[in-house]
């Protein structure tokens, strides 16, 4: 069974850092692509960011970038977002996601459970 499992959402405050991961399991992940989305409440999903398979490519949307950063472990099968200068406008659930090799960022194959992340003014 696919499970990509998320941890490290919490409540902090404006300009603080934080960092979320995520650990999947259930199959081998080495060769997709795995990234972030997030959800805030009455709004649509938006993508965070993403990483190549080999860690050698990131990607990232323009609400976050310069601000967050997604790095991965193939040997843990761990993939993680640190974000930094947060802002009350970052508060939503954080979703891991898994994009095959043949897929397409904006259509993740998997999806985790969600985590999360409330920044207070």
């Known amino acids: 069974q696919v499970q990509l499992v998320e941890s490290g959402g919490e409540l902090v405050q404006a300009g603080d850092s934080l960092r979320l991961s995520c650990a999947t399991s259930?199959?081998?992940?080495?060769?997709?692509?795995l990234g972030w989305y997030r959800q805030a409440p009455g709004k649509e999903r938006e993508f965070v960011g993403v990483?190549?398979?080999?860690?050698?490519?990131?990607f990232y949307g323009s609400s976050v970038k310069d601000r967050f950063t997604i790095s991965r472990d193939n040997a843990k099968n761990t993939v993680s977002l640190q974000m930094t200068s947060l802002n009350p406008e970052d508060t939503a659930v954080y979703y891991c996601?898994?994009?095959?090799?043949?897929?397409?960022?904006?259509?993740?194959?998997?999806w985790g459970q969600g985590t999360q992340v409330t920044v207070s003014s």
């Open positions: 990483i190549g398979w080999s860690a050698g490519s990131t």
């Open positions: 996601v898994a994009i095959s090799p043949s897929g397409n960022y904006l259509s993740p194959d998997y």
């Open positions: 259930g199959r081998t992940f080495s060769t997709y692509a």
